[in-house]
């Protein structure tokens, strides 16, 4: 057994918060406009509708889904610090020209929709960072890390809209730099932040990062990928198949925690109109509130399960966390007698406009605003005529729906990150870019369908039919786990070089 140095540990976990901080940016350059992307996309073109916003939105994630395995793939073979400088400089790129696209005279919605799409590609760099991090730490490591790198990814997400909202200072004119063609303003503004920490992480990058790999027992040795970096030591116990069914297991797995959580993301705005006779302000306030407390909970969450996991072993901990999304969704069924307040005005009087159905199943934070006629001073409230459902689907009490809250914030991160850490002990040591690349496109394709799939059946079928569809889809996924749940061991376990 070779013994890892002082100066070897250091250097590594160096690299290792190098990598924590790239994920930290990358889902913080996607949370930072999300509040402001549909006020800056009616400005700068009027032609713009909702359903092309929700192409904005579908945008990122359709770029991380293309680029993960690319990014991944290429990590394996070359040094990682490539892939990772590129992917940042193109999220810089995008950045600087989200904060132009009022510049051209016309088509200014698909600049904008270009500069999204190539942001998400930069982000497909998740992949590089947990492969990274997968071969970068032992067994023991492992959990911590991962959990580590996914608190890390949900405090950006808290944090975009926190800086954004401090933006708002600046207002909507802002400052004009002729000479630069620059609008500096409550929407570039920003951008261009981010477009500022993504050049410092670059910098870090080349500064601090260095390649390091360390086999399941925390003994370095040489990368194919390290490029004269790292130790003498010869690769060793790589030797032996990887378990495919259980990484298609995991894949699919991950797709479902991921469905589930952007279906959650996706209703609470309609659901809470629906429900609580909520005006659109109020839906975003509240709602706001709701899932910044949930990201907090997640956070708390991911350092609890680091400690948990050593008692208990990430296979139980995920079948528990798939046990308390399931609970939260069931929770959400509607249960009463007592029948939601209908939007009786809009066939009283058609001149005042009604939320579409397809407007209504925007994400909260893109909702945008209700315009009403002069003669009206407010917007009609309930649940509309137009879904039939609303006449006899029994309301969701409001306790129900914090409830559900508390369940889902509580077992999505739980699933989120024992995903990730099994998926990479399942690998063992080969190089995972490859392999994590397909995991995240597996989460972005996810993050595609789920708001697709609420949106009609809510609005077609309402919510007993939308959340006990989605009730049965985490039943089949923990039948699944059931099956494959004694191949979801560690390479070397599998192998026999360590006890389980």
């Given amino acids: ?54 192409w904005i939105i579908a945008s990122y994630s359709i770029g991380q889904m293309v680029a993960s395995p690319l990014f991944g793939l290429w990590s394996n073979y070359r040094p990682r610090r490539e ?126 990062f260095r390649e390091h790999r360390v086999d399941d027992m925390g003994r370095q040795y040489k990368s194919i990928n390290s490029d004269g970096e790292g130790s003498d030591v010869l690769d060793q116990n ?79 901990i995920l079948h528990a966390g798939l046990l308390i999304v399931l609970i939260g969704f069931f929770v959400l069924l509607p249960w009463g007698k007592k029948l939601p307040n209908i939007q009786w005005q809009e066939i009283k009087n058609n001149s005042i406009p009604r939320t579409a159905p397809s407007e209504m199943l925007t994400p909260f934070w893109s909702l945008p605003e209700l315009q009403l006629p ?33 369940l889902i914030g509580l077992g999505y991160p739980v699933c989120n990150v024992m995903s990730y850490t099994l998926y990479s002990k399942v690998l063992g040591p080969k190089p995972q870019g490859v392999y994590m690349g397909w995991l995240t496109a597996s989460g972005s394709g996810a993050r595609i369908l789920g708001p697709v799939f609420v949106s009609q059946i809510y609005t077609h079928l309402g919510p007993r039919w939308a959340f006990s569809l989605i009730c049965g889809v985490v039943v089949v996924s923990l039948l699944l786990l059931e099956i494959v749940y004694k191949r979801l061991i560690a390479f070397s376990v599998r192998y026999g070089r360590m006890q389980e």
């Fill in 1 to 54: 057994d070779v013994v890892e140095t002082q100066e070897h540990y250091k250097s590594r976990w160096r690299s290792i918060w190098i990598m924590y901080l790239t994920m930290f940016l990358s889902s913080v350059g996607f949370s930072i406009v999300i509040m402001s992307v549909w006020p800056y996309l009616q400005k700068i073109d009027p032609t713009a509708d909702a359903s092309f916003l929700g």
């Fill in 83 to 208: 892939p990772l400088v590129i992917s940042t400089a193109i999220s810089v790129a995008a950045n600087c020209l989200y904060a132009y696209v009022h510049v051209p005279r016309s088509h200014n919605k698909y600049y904008m929709l270009t500069a999204r799409a190539l942001v998400g590609f930069g982000a497909g760099n998740v992949a590089v960072v947990r492969s990274y991090i997968a071969g970068a730490t032992s067994l023991t490591e492992r959990t911590s890390a991962m959990a580590n790198t996914s608190a890390c990814q949900a405090v950006g997400f808290i944090l975009g809209p926190v800086f954004q909202t401090c933006f708002t200072l600046i207002g909507e004119e802002g400052v004009t730099w002729k000479f630069l063609c620059l609008q500096l303003n409550m929407y570039t503004a920003p951008v261009l932040f981010g477009a500022l920490l993504g050049v410092i992480n670059i910098i870090l990058i080349f500064a601090i």
């Fill in 238 to 316: 790589t030797e032996g198949s990887i378990d495919h069914v259980a990484v298609v297991a995991l894949n699919i797995l991950f797709f479902v925690i991921l469905f589930v959580f952007a279906v959650f993301e996706t209703i609470a705005t309609p659901l809470t109109m629906d429900m609580y006779s909520w005006t659109r302000k109020e839906a975003v306030f509240y709602n706001g509130i709701i899932l910044s407390v949930i990201g907090v909970e997640s956070v708390i969450v991911f350092m609890v399960v680091k400690t948990l996991s050593k008692k208990t072993g990430e296979r139980a």
């Fill in 374 to 406: 002069s003669n009206h001073t407010a917007e009609p409230v309930g649940c509309p005529v137009t879904q039939s459902w609303c006449l006899n689907t029994p309301m969701i009490y409001l306790a129900q729906y914090i409830s559900s809250d508390v």
